[in-house]
């Protein structure tokens, strides 16, 4: 369940996932430096019209693909809230594939129907978790 994880967010403070009970959760492999960078935008207007109903935007930035994402925990917090107004959780920059991914992107893979080859293809990939963390 994706209630068991744990992570840091961009700040480095602990983010227990346990705290997301309950919600529909909106998970994202993220960069500043890409052609889908501007769904920033949108994705905050979605945690904003629909927070109040118990919906959540995650953002993982990462740096796998083609590395859009070199700046580090700092430069990517002041980018997205400057730029798009990010007011939904950034979490530290990991890894979506490979041996590094990180355990919440392992499980997302492994569990997601129709999810094909185990391996996210690029920045902004979506993962929809409902309110009783079934995966579509």
């Known amino acids: ?8 967010d961009i700040t480095g403070a602990s983010v ?8 529909v959760l909106l998970i994202v492999n993220t960069a500043s430096a890409c052609g889908l960078t501007p769904q920033y935008k ?4 979605l945690y904003e019209k629909y ?24 430069d990517i917090l ?9 007011t939904f959780p ?8 490979g041996r590094s991914t990180n ?13 094909l080859v185990n391996n996210v293809k690029w920045n902004f990939t979506k993962f929809l978790s409902d309110h009783q963390s079934s995966l579509s």
Do not use: T, W
């Not at 369940?1 to 840091?8: A, G, H, P």
């Not at 355990?103 to 999810?115: H, N, R, V």
């Open 1 to 8: 369940m994706i209630y068991q994880f744990v992570f840091r």
């Open 16 to 23: 227990a996932f346990s705290q997301f009970r309950g919600k």
């Open 42 to 45: 949108e994705l905050e207007e």
């Open 51 to 74: 927070k109040s109903q118990g919906f959540e935007v995650i953002a993982f930035p990462c740096n796998q693909f083609a590395h859009q994402e070199p700046g580090s925990s700092e």
């Open 78 to 86: 002041r980018f997205v809230r400057e730029k798009y107004g990010v």
């Open 90 to 97: 950034v979490m530290e920059k990991s890894d979506v594939n």
């Open 103 to 115: 355990e919440l992107f392992e499980y997302l893979k492994k569990s997601c129907p129709g999810f």
